[in-house]
């Protein structure tokens, strides 16, 4: 199953994909624990991109769900961000901010970032489902 939404850069966009996705996977019947992973995933993929992507006005999902695995890409039109500074290290427990990152690696595999200035971000990552 192959779905692409564009959608507006607005934190109402972020529930109405999460349940997209929850759908797709309940029609593929993929377990509840690869589901709630890839949900909470793909809602601070979105939500970085609500909240930090600067000059976006859209974005753009891509869903791939198979049997077997999930590749999703989350793609903005904003000015871009230095990779290196959003390496998504574990911000520590006392810290209030730079989770989401941190969460996509940890319960996704192959996650990867690209930005160029000016042209926008995209971030992609995957799950295996064993």
């Known amino acids: ?37 890839l949900e909470l995933a793909l809602t601070e993929a979105c939500g970085n991109v609500v909240k930090h992507a600067s000059g976006a006005d859209k974005f753009e999902v891509s869903l791939e769900v198979a049997d077997d695995r999930c590749a999703i890409d ?6 871009g961000f230095d990779i ?23 319960l996704s595999d192959n996650v ?4 160029t200035p000016r042209s926008g971000s995209l971030i992609h990552f995957e799950k295996t489902f064993a």
């Open 112 to 115: 990867r970032l690209q930005s």
């Open 74 to 79: 989350v793609r903005d039109n904003g000015t």
């Open 1 to 37: 199953m192959s779905v692409r939404l564009n959608l507006p850069c607005e934190v109402d966009s972020v529930p109405a994909v999460r349940r997209l996705l929850r759908c797709a996977l309940g029609v593929l019947h993929v377990d509840r624990q690869y589901g709630a992973d």
């Open 84 to 106: 290196g500074e959003a390496a998504g290290d574990d911000p520590g427990a006392d810290s209030e901010h730079g989770r989401g990152l941190f969460l996509i690696r940890a």
